[in-house]
């Protein structure tokens, strides 16, 4: 990871402001040469889009930004086709699906309510808000 993803993954989380060569965030959202690649949603919804610019820097950054924000999940490319992966091992059944480099995706966790008494259970919301198709990912 690099130091600028790491110093502006930080203030987004914190909702400050910060500049650093060509990315900055207001807290609300993250540019990256002037393209928004993550933002809040009105539900507190974390929304992410590589604004079809599937680059390696693209990538850093929004993996960085799921780094520090704790979610389990990242971008990345194998034959010119970009994929989102869930990261966390021990799953039964792994979840990787080919994304669209300019469409957007949204990421809520919620606790799973069947399993109260195990705090790693966790379940994914994952929002492909283009093609308005949702993917439930229990941790």
Same mark, same amino acid.
């Not at 990345?76 to 989102?84: A, S, T």
């Given at each position: 990871m690099r130091k600028v993803s790491?110093?502006?993954a930080h203030a987004f989380k914190g909702k400050d402001k910060r500049s650093i060569s060509n990315t900055s965030t207001d807290g609300k959202r993250i540019?990256? =040469?002037?393209?928004?690649?993550?933002s809040w949603s009105d539900d507190n919804d974390l929304v992410v889009s590589m604004c079809n610019w599937p680059t390696p820097t693209t990538r850093e950054r929004i993996n960085t930004l799921f780094y520090v924000l704790d979610v389990p999940?990242?971008?990345?490319?194998?034959?010119?086709?970009?994929?989102?992966? =869930?990261?966390?091992s021990g799953l039964e059944d792994s979840f990787t699906t080919d994304i669209r480099s300019g469409d957007h995706? *949204?990421? $809520?966790?919620?606790?799973?309510?069947? *399993?109260?008494?195990d705090?790693? *259970?966790?379940?994914?919301?994952?929002?492909?808000?283009?093609?308005? $198709?949702?993917?439930?990912i229990k941790r």
């Open positions: 790491l110093d502006i540019l990256l =040469h002037g393209n928004e690649i993550a999940f990242c971008f990345y490319q194998k034959d010119h086709v970009q994929f989102l992966r =869930h990261q966390k995706y *949204s990421f $809520h966790k919620q606790k799973d309510l069947h *399993s109260l008494f705090t790693n *259970s966790d379940v994914w919301h994952i929002k492909h808000m283009e093609a308005n $198709h949702e993917y439930l």
